[in-house]
């Protein structure tokens, strides 16, 4: 199972970035998925998840209105779409398998500074 993350950057405040997370090892259209993030000296936490289909989404409320989650199961990737970015969004942005978190990928470092 590996997961790759891509699309961080830095990026000024009300800024906005798309992650991406190209998936292999296991069947991806049979999972639902979730991006999570963690801030520096922070735990990880959850940002938002959509079922297998793609047909519900649900989203933290600190993200809610700002962040998309999306996913094209034919190219096995999920994507975060990130607007209106704020300071308190950095950190290190990670997909996983709703349900399934025995292993994870790098992440990408996503910064929203002036």
């Known amino acids: 199972v590996q997961f790759v993350e891509s699309g961080g950057g830095l990026v000024q405040p009300g800024g906005s970035l798309r992650l991406s997370c190209a998936v292999s090892g296991f069947t991806f259209s049979n999972y639902g998925m979730r991006w999570y993030r963690q801030a520096p000296g922070k735990e990880r936490e959850w940002v938002a998840t959509i079922t297998s289909a793609g047909g519900s989404t649900n989203y933290a409320g600190s993200v809610k209105g700002r962040f998309t989650i999306s996913r094209i199961n034919a190219k096995k990737t999920a994507y975060l779409q990130m607007n209106s970015l704020k300071p308190e969004d950095t950190g290190v942005y990670y997909c996983?398998?709703?349900?399934?978190?025995?292993?994870w990928g790098q992440g990408t470092q996503v910064t929203a500074s002036s």
């Open positions: 996983n398998r709703q349900g399934v978190t025995d292993s």
